[in-house]
């Protein structure tokens, strides 16, 4: 089984450095009035967020200006969470992910998330997690496709994990863990199993059509069982 998890409000909270820097480089690069009025960010691709970051600002989202954006949001993110105890695990969450890397004849664990690698990196690693204990990763910016979309990111994974695992791998064996209505709809469009977790901006209500909804991560012998269903 591959169980994929989604990063903000899933596995960790930065309080919101990340909108933070994206505002700080957009003040830094185009204007001091760059602000974030209107843009949805939960459960978005980075590449998506930043362009609608531009235009919201009255720039044109040319793939320059989103490159010199995701390049100072890079570095202003690092600087952001370098000092420690902003990036923090959820509740549950490093139990769960340890817990599951520990049987890895049945569990093969992976991300799925809006960020770019490298800003996801950061935020992993600030709050004490090694991306390298998820061996698929699928980051904002792997869409095959343009306009991107997050719907698109499982196809990826399915392939990246029938590579690992030598075989074609079925939707079925596949679990996507995340806290919004996008991380629920990238699953269904492509038949995978899905457990929303209300530890972000939607509550158990907004999220109850996915497969199961928990209020946290916290009882991991509960979310585990669930998932060897
Ligand atoms: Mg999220």
Redesign the pocket.
């Known amino acids: 089984m591959l169980v994929l998890f989604?990063?903000?409000?899933?596995l960790l909270t930065t309080d919101e450095a990340g909108i933070r820097a994206m505002v700080e480089v957009g003040q830094r690069l185009h204007t001091p009035g760059f602000s974030a009025d209107g843009v949805e960010f939960?459960?978005r691709l980075d590449p998506l967020i930043l362009a609608d970051m531009l235009a919201a600002n009255n720039i044109d989202p040319t793939p320059e200006a989103i490159a010199a954006m995701r390049e100072g949001y890079g570095r202003a993110l690092a600087a952001r969470l370098a000092p420690g105890g902003i990036s923090q695990l959820l509740p549950g969450a490093a139990e769960l992910v340890a817990s599951l890397a520990a049987e890895p004849d049945r569990m093969t664990l992976g991300l799925l998330t809006g960020n770019f690698p490298e800003t996801g990196t950061t935020k992993l690693q600030a709050a004490g997690l090694d991306p390298q204990q998820f061996p698929i990763r699928v980051w904002g910016d792997d869409s095959p496709h343009d306009p991107p979309a997050r719907d698109h990111l499982p196809g990826v994974a399915l392939e990246r994990v029938s590579r690992v695992w030598g075989r074609q791998a079925r939707s079925e064996e596949v679990v996507i863990i995340?806290?919004?209505p996008h991380?629920i709809a990238c699953a269904r469009a492509h038949g995978c199993r899905v457990l929303a977790v209300a530890t972000?901006k939607f509550g158990r209500d907004d999220l109850a059509h996915a497969d199961k909804a928990v209020e946290t991560l916290g009882d991991v012998e509960a979310v585990r069982r669930w998932l060897m269903q």
Request: net charge negative; glycine share 24%; charged share 35%.
């Open positions: 989604d990063i903000d409000a899933t939960h459960g995340g806290d919004t991380d972000g």
